[in-house]
Nanobody
């Protein structure tokens, strides 16, 4: 089992920056990829960013590429999401996910392919 603890959400205004953190504990040595997803009320959970753990290859949704950056601290088993130039449409609950098992990178973008999730952290961007 893996436990994921998220933090860093909050209320900001458009153009501001925010950094989210996700600390993993438990069975972490075999994690294949970690990702960030977000979900607004009444909407499906959508892909934001992901990282393949072994190679540090990163993947981004078109809507956030150039504004958001995913990174890691391997020693702390922690993944970060640096969010810059925030927009009101970024408002959502942000979830951290951990994926086990080999797959092509396409599945990093699919929420159902992740095995564990954090509790979510609210990000609200006002205009």
């Amino acid at each position: 089992q893996v436990q994921l603890v998220e933090s860093g959400g909050g209320l900001v205004q458009a153009g501001d920056s925010l950094r989210l953190s996700c600390a993993a504990s438990g069975r972490t040595s075999s994690i294949y990829a970690m990702g960030w997803f977000r979900q607004a009320p009444g909407k499906e959970r959508e892909f934001v960013a992901a990282m393949r753990w072994s190679t540090i290859n990163t993947y981004y949704a078109d809507s956030v590429k150039g504004r958001f950056t995913i990174s890691r601290d391997n020693a702390l088993n922690t993944v970060y999401l640096q969010m810059n130039s925030l927009k009101p449409e970024d408002t959502a609950v942000y979830y951290c996910g951990a994926k086990y098992g080999l797959s092509i990178s396409y599945y990093y973008r699919i929420a159902s392919s992740y095995n564990y999730w954090g509790q979510g952290t609210q990000v609200t961007v006002s205009s």
